[in-house]
């Protein structure tokens, strides 16, 4: 690749998110890896290190994006490519041992939620799950007294939907004194706004579907660690139940990439001006967005990221005879602009009220509605926002 993980770490990140993964700099070499599409490779001895072997083991197409992922997290091997967000999330709860113990926030994606908890009605694992901001009831559940520690602790910071934000120093140093491994699912940050393994974590999870791709055209998700130990067990698992990448979605994905610092810079600043506007608004009852000085993690964020994120959650208030919830779903069937539509991290702009979800826990409030910033004209975005409300009235 183009970049050594010397001189990635010695670049920012908006340099690594264009440079990594490139072709070395032969004579009429492409600026881009090519796409391979093969089923198998080339071989006529025994396998062994380096040998690609089959298409379930590797692909040449995974390798650019793989390398450039674990640079920007600034983990010391290549990322993981998986089939989607909650492959991914497979492989890690894969390192939890039988009949484990499974600390996750209670406000975690609800995908890594229902998963969690299918294996604990099988017996696979013991579920724990806790307010994530409540650093006190994480700690107990790490090392109750009395009880059994846990093998794994689920981080997600700022947390899907309610934008919790964890004490990562302190949890993750609490967890590995219980001899827990730490995941932090980093989807909503990405490596350009805060660095997990650096905060103490083992494994770094990303939906790679969101802000890493970028266009909502593909669906991958991603693993990363600098412990070989872990990566192995990871890639063993891969490789035996099949969660492997598309080429052509990997292809894609890192296309999608070399964008990210531009998408993330835009969709940010917005973020932070709409999350301000709404808090003052007379039919929002309430704003979650770190980056808010009211909001009860902003100090938190402010210490650990290097921004606060484009996601922000808004609570509608009733008006007009309508419930919270029914004002929440006029306001989203009542924009031109703003996509309804669940996921994140596309260049457009989304909004859903999340309770429509019947996998969502009942302690998100029904009114409460997901915005998911994108990169168009911050002016355009806020006088849909505010039109719609305004229709509330009627």
């Known amino acids: 690749m183009s970049l050594t993980d010397a001189q990635a770490a010695s670049l920012s990140a908006e340099t690594v998110v264009v440079a990594a993964g490139r072709p070395p700099r032969d004579r009429d070499a492409p600026v881009n890896p090519p796409l391979v599409l093969s089923s198998t490779y080339y071989g006529t001895g025994p396998l062994g290190d380096g040998d690609r072997g089959y298409g379930r083991y590797s692909n040449p197409t995974w390798d650019p994006f793989e390398e450039a992922l674990g640079q920007l997290e600034g983990a010391e091997l290549p990322g993981l490519l998986y089939a989607s967000g909650l492959a991914a999330v497979s492989s890690a709860l894969s390192l939890v041992p039988a009949r484990g113990v499974l600390v996750m926030p209670s406000h975690s994606y609800a995908g890594s939620l229902v998963m969690a908890t299918e294996m604990a009605e099988k017996g696979f694992l013991e579920l724990r799950t806790v307010d994530i901001a409540d650093t006190g009831a994480v700690l107990e559940q ?3 007294a009395g009880g059994t520690p846990a093998n794994m602790l689920w981080l997600e910071s700022p947390t899907n939907p309610m934008l919790g934000i964890a004490d990562f120093r302190t949890l ?5 004194e219980a001899g827990a491994i730490v995941v932090t699912d980093n989807t909503f940050s990405t490596p350009l706004v805060q660095q997990p393994l ?3 974590s083992d494994v770094v999870l990303h939906s790679v579907t969101k802000y890493l791709s970028g266009h909502s055209d593909v669906v991958l998700g991603a693993l990363v660690t600098s412990d070989a130990g ?3 067990a990871l890639l063993h698992h891969r490789t035996i139940h099949g ?3 598309g080429p052509f ?3 894609l994905a890192l296309r999608g990439l070399r964008t990210l610092a531009l998408r993330i810079e835009r969709s940010q600043a917005s973020a932070a001006v709409l999350a301000e506007r709404l808090s003052g608004h007379r039919h929002i009852s309430g704003v ?3 980056g808010l000085v009211t909001d009860p993690g902003h100090a938190r964020a402010a210490s650990q990221m290097k921004g606060f994120g484009s996601v922000l959650c808004i609570e509608v208030a009733p008006a007009a005879g309508l419930s919270g919830a029914d004002a929440a779903d006029r306001l989203v069937q009542g924009l031109d602009l703003w996509l309804p539509a669940t996921s994140l991290g596309g260049v457009e702009s989304l909004i859903e009220r999340r309770r429509r979800h019947t996998a969502e826990p009942d302690s998100v409030p029904e009114n409460l509605v997901r915005l998911s910033v994108g990169i168009e004209n911050v002016e355009d975005l806020w006088a849909d926002l505010e039109q719609a409300l305004k229709a509330l009235d009627s």
């Open 142 to 144: 790490l090392a109750p």
């Open 172 to 176: 993750t140093a609490a967890a590995h």
């Open 198 to 200: 650096a905060l103490g």
């Open 230 to 232: 872990l990566r192995a």
């Open 243 to 245: 969660g492997i990448a």
């Open 249 to 251: 979605e990997a292809w």
């Open 288 to 290: 979650r967005f770190p």
